[in-house]
């Protein structure tokens, strides 16, 4: 089924009623708003197997990977929506009056507040956890912000019927008309119209750092310009030192084996850039990792503009001066099937040639191979911002290369020890973003409840009897929540 794209009329429409709909959204109590997130996830849940059988045709990714990411983006609902109740992410701060203080002191008491109506745009990898009722949708609400969202056109279907499910949700909890849209745009056009238009106060965007640039650009192109909270674009390096791959050489191939194939590597996590220095363990581990590699089969991609993308890039980057094909996956490769591949190069021709730092969507990497650790230092130094960046190391391998764990620790958003990179945990420890151009803003993350305070701003109170302030703010804490009271963390009362 073909979607016809939005009109200007019909996003000024939508931002309209979301511009109404904020300022009754706003006011509403954190325990309204999570129990609307809980019923959208509830709504998800009774979308059944039919939904995932129609997002398993347009995106040809299995059942059984699609019934885990709705458990995942149901998850997301509801453990965002008991934070935000709990209140946390308010970071409420409060300075009582010091009225015989000289100077004095008038009572401050400060609280983050919603932007206002948010844009999403859906993720082509992620049809459920980082689309239409993903991430940014689920932040977005929790924050009190209505949320917009353009559908991905690679699965148009499937947004449009997790936004019925929303849309249920909204009715059953009598949420204000236009605290949810839900719009259509294969071309351009469309985004830059809901990113220009005056009522929207922010942006949240899972893709290319190519769309996720324009999107920046655009909102900085307005007269009020907005955030735009982007992930983007790494290639997640993974530093091989030397006593643990001296250890382990093979056991860690077949884990990035299995790390770089998952998921047809469309991850945005997924390990494309790994770098050693030149030793017979570290051939030990290119020749393992090429065995596992060439015993992998192609696999589907999600749509062909991936898949042309993969095949485009891939053969790029292979046919670089001093480029080495390490391993292709032996069987056949049909349209649209990747072939896993590994590629293998010397450290001074990836710093002689920004084609090797280039993100290949898909399950390839290239093993780099450093004369020595200085060689390996000025890799680091070539390389750009990065969701994620490991080191497979001993506790020896550390202590010996401080000046390489302090310089790979500044490009990242995410340092792992012996481990991949593929893989991220919902919760608040969790940061998923970095330095740009992994992501716009690196001070946030787009998982994990934290994520909520994209949408807010600190507004502050000042010199308001107690019996004006929100409740959030108010002596006797009604809500119960944590409150930093004059330097303490506490839930008392403010008795004084």
Excluded at 100 to 109: A, C, E, G, K
Excluded at 131 to 146: H, L, N, R, V
Excluded at 349 to 377: D, Q, T, W
Excluded at 426 to 439: D, I, K
């Amino acid at each position: 089924m073909e979607y016809t794209d939005a009109t200007s009329q019909e996003i000024d429409d939508v931002m309209q009623e979301a511009w109404i709909a904020f300022h009754l959204y706003r006011k509403l109590p954190l325990k309204q708003r999570a129990a609307f997130m809980r019923a959208i996830a509830k709504e998800m849940e009774n979308l059944g197997d039919e939904i995932l059988k129609i997002a398993a045709e347009e995106t040809n990714l299995p059942e059984a990977r699609l019934r885990n990411e709705r458990t995942r983006t149901m998850f997301q609902l509801t453990s965002y929506a008991d934070a935000c109740e709990r209140g946390d992410w308010l970071d409420v701060r409060i300075d009582t009056a010091l009225p015989d203080r000289n100077p004095p002191r008038v009572d401050i008491r400060k609280m983050l507040v919603p932007l206002g109506p948010v844009v999403v745009f859906g993720a082509s990898n992620f049809p459920f956890a980082y689309s239409t009722a993903g991430g940014d949708t689920a932040c977005a609400f929790a924050a009190g912000c209505p949320v917009i969202v353009k559908a991905h056109p690679a699965h148009a279907k499937t947004s449009e019927i997790v936004a019925s499910a929303i849309f249920k949700a909204a009715a059953a909890c009598n949420m204000p008309t236009g605290i949810f849209a839900h719009v259509h745009g294969a071309g351009n056009e469309v985004g830059e119209t809901l990113v220009k238009h005056p009522l929207v106060k922010a942006v949240g965007f899972t893709g290319s750092f190519i769309g996720g640039k324009q999107l920046f650009d655009w909102a900085n192109q307005r007269k009020e310009p907005i955030p735009v909270f982007a992930e983007m674009s790494s290639i997640n390096p993974v530093f091989l030192l030397p006593e643990k791959i001296n250890k382990s050489a093979t056991d860690v191939a077949k884990l990035y084996a299995s790390s770089i194939t998952l998921g047809v590597g469309q991850f945005c996590t997924n390990p494309g850039l790994i770098i050693g220095m030149e030793s017979d363990e570290l051939q030990t581990f290119i020749s393992a990792l090429g065995t596992e590699i060439k015993n992998t089969s192609p696999g589907t991609m999600l749509h062909p503009g991936i898949f042309k993308n993969y095949v485009e890039r891939r053969a790029n980057s292979l046919a670089q001066e001093d480029v080495e094909t390490v391993a292709v996956a032996e069987g056949e490769a049909l349209f649209n099937q990747a072939a896993p591949t590994i590629a293998s190069a010397s450290g001074q021709a990836f710093l002689n040639n920004p084609v090797l730092h280039l993100e290949v969507f898909g399950p390839y990497s290239i093993v780099i191979r450093c004369k020595n650790e200085a060689e390996m230092l000025e890799v680091v130094d070539k390389l750009e911002g990065q969701l994620t960046a490991t080191l497979m190391a001993t506790e020896n391998d550390i202590r010996s290369h401080e000046e390489l764990v302090e310089k790979v620790k500044n490009i990242c958003g995410r340092f792992i020890l012996n481990g991949v990179p593929t893989g991220v945990e919902v919760c608040l420890s969790m940061q998923h973003g970095g330095p740009f151009p992994a992501t716009s803003d690196s001070r946030f993350t787009s998982v994990g409840a934290d994520g909520i305070r994209r949408f807010a701003r600190p507004l502050a109170y000042q010199n308001w009897p107690d019996e004006l302030l929100p409740d959030e703010l108010k002596n006797t804490n009604p809500l119960g929540m944590w409150r930093t009271v004059n330097d303490k963390l506490t839930k008392d009362k403010i008795t004084s």
